[in-house]
């Protein structure tokens, strides 16, 4: 069983900067991406950030390049999104996720939509 327990959400001002943290209960053998995705009131979910886990290369939305950094630190099973210069539209409950995929996949945001393993999320709203 893999468990992802997401932390660090909160409110805070445009412009502002928060950063998320995901805890990984173990990975599992094949298991070389993480993800973190988000989802606002009425929209669907949206890819943000893909980090593959061996190498560390890392993906990002068109709509947080610059903005957001995904990274990880293997040795406390964790991988962070670190959100600065954040909009409204930034809102939304922010979810972490990991599979194992190919190393393409890992390489498009928008599939992480789909990974079989998925925390239970933490709220970030931005107000103006």
């Known amino acids: 069983q893999v468990r992802l327990v997401e932390s660090g959400g909160g409110s805070v001002q445009v412009g502002g900067s928060l950063r998320l943290s995901c805890v990984v209960s173990?990975?599992?053998?094949?298991?070389?991406?993480m993800a973190w995705i988000r989802q606002a009131p009425g929209k669907e979910r949206e890819g943000v950030a893909n980090?593959?886990?061996?190498?560390?290369?890392?993906y990002y939305a068109d709509s947080v390049k610059g903005r957001f950094t995904i990274s990880q630190d293997t040795a406390k099973n964790t991988v962070y999104l670190q959100m600065n210069v954040l909009k409204p539209e930034d809102t939304g409950m922010y979810y972490c996720?990991?599979?194992?995929?190919?190393?393409?996949?890992?390489?498009?945001?928008?599939?992480?939509?789909?990974?079989?393993?998925w925390g239970q999320g933490t709220q970030v709203t931005v107000s103006s």
């Open positions: 980090i593959d886990i061996g190498d560390g290369t890392t």
């Open positions: 173990r990975y599992i053998y094949g298991m070389n991406c």
């Open positions: 996720a990991a599979d194992s995929t190919t190393p393409y996949r890992c390489t498009m945001v928008g599939f992480s939509a789909t990974f079989g393993y």
